[in-house]
């Protein structure tokens, strides 16, 4: 599976953005998915994750209640609806795939990596 991440851009604080996930190959389904999000001079830092049949997910507290993920598997797609942007939001956020079925924050569980796409918040 290859994963290509769309639909960051520049927004606003108090914007939304939707970014997306588009993976290639015939078993995406077979993975848990993950945003992970990287800000200058910074760490990776996890944002959210949802298992394979989209019926449970994990949400850092940093964006609980304004990030949503969900998924389709038909269109092999992961999508991360971001509302309530704030300035310090501005990172490049990663997609990711993990072929361990359950929710996990940890960079090193997920074996596949998007390229990344750049959300900039402005003040």
């Known amino acids: 599976v290859q994963l290509q991440a769309s639909g960051g851009g520049l927004v606003q604080a108090g914007g939304s953005l939707r970014l997306s996930c588009a993976a290639s190959g015939r078993t995406f389904s077979s993975y848990a998915m993950g945003w992970f999000r990287q800000a200058p001079g910074k760490e990776r830092e996890f944002v959210t994750t949802?298992?394979?049949?989209?019926?449970?997910?994990y949400t850092a507290d940093s964006v609980k209640g304004r990030f949503t993920i969900s998924r389709d598997n038909a269109k092999k797609t992961v999508t991360l609806q971001m509302n309530s942007l704030k300035p310090e939001d501005t990172a490049v956020y990663y997609c990711a795939g993990s072929s361990r079925n359950f929710n996990s924050d940890k960079a090193y569980m997920y074996e596949i990596w998007g390229q990344g796409t750049l959300v900039t918040v402005s003040s």
């Open positions: 949802i298992r394979r049949s989209s019926g449970s997910t």
